[in-house]
């Protein structure tokens, strides 16, 4: 199976301040019609995930544009232009490419 | 608008079958390139990929619980389900089943089920 490895595993941020956390896959996410199912999800406390980010950089339904993706083959990454308080939560990157992983997990705190 | 709701039994004990039903509106599991999906979540753990199943009735198992995987639908009832047999404590956890249509862009609230003796 495709592991994704991210890193770092906790990222402490203060409000305002951007961050960038990695996504690396085992494997070429990139399949042979050219497409790159690379996707990035928030999941809140006591919540479900939400998607941020699929196609490595196209911007999910509602999601504000402080969030961005970028990457291609097996590394990927998710900045955050300026956290705020509701960003605060795990990030999963996930790849669809092949049978679907997820990342374990990047949490973000508040310093 | 997009809703999932899952549900299931709450407890059950090891080696018994779990099932669980996805119950949708605000799409059609008959259009075309959209799927439904299961995602568990132990506690305090991360997410796993459980199976998929496609508007076409293309099935997608996780290869290291296909054996024990079951994926259904009920396209009238807008409707699916998933069984898990022969389950124990490493069962227990969170399953959310989520809308697919290029990623899994609309999610349940989820379900915890518990396995326990």
């Known amino acids: 199976d495709v592991v994704l490895t991210q890193t770092p595993p906790t990222s402490s941020a203060t409000i305002g301040q951007s961050v960038s956390i990695s996504c690396r896959s085992s494997q070429s996410l990139l399949d042979s019609a050219g497409n790159t199912y690379l996707y990035w999800y928030l999941q809140r406390p006591s919540q479900s995930p939400q998607l941020l980010i699929y196609l490595v950089s196209k911007l999910g339904s509602g999601v504000p544009n402080r969030f961005s993706g970028s990457g291609s083959g097996t590394d990927f990454t998710l900045k955050i232009s300026g956290v705020e308080a509701e960003d605060l939560g795990v990030y999963y990157c996930?790849?669809?490419?092949?049978?679907?992983?997820f990342g374990a997990g990047t949490k973000l705190e508040l310093k | 608008q997009v809703t999932l709701k899952e549900s299931g039994p709450g407890i059950l004990q090891p080696s018994q079958t779990l099932s669980l039903t996805c119950s949708f509106s605000?799409?059609?599991?008959?259009?075309?390139?959209?799927?439904v999906g299961w995602i568990r979540q132990p506690s305090g753990k991360g997410l796993e990929w459980l199976a998929t199943i496609e508007w076409g009735d293309v099935k997608h198992y996780n290869p290291f619980l296909k054996s024990r995987l079951t994926i259904s639908k009920d396209t009238s009832n807008n409707q699916v389900f998933l069984k898990i047999t022969n389950v124990d404590t490493a069962d227990t956890g969170i399953y959310y089943c989520a809308h697919n249509y290029g990623g899994f862009d609309y999610w349940g609230q989820g379900v915890m089920v518990t396995v326990s003796s």
């Open positions: 996930v790849q669809g490419t092949h049978d679907p992983t």
């Open positions: 605000g799409f059609l599991l008959s259009a075309s390139s959209v799927g």
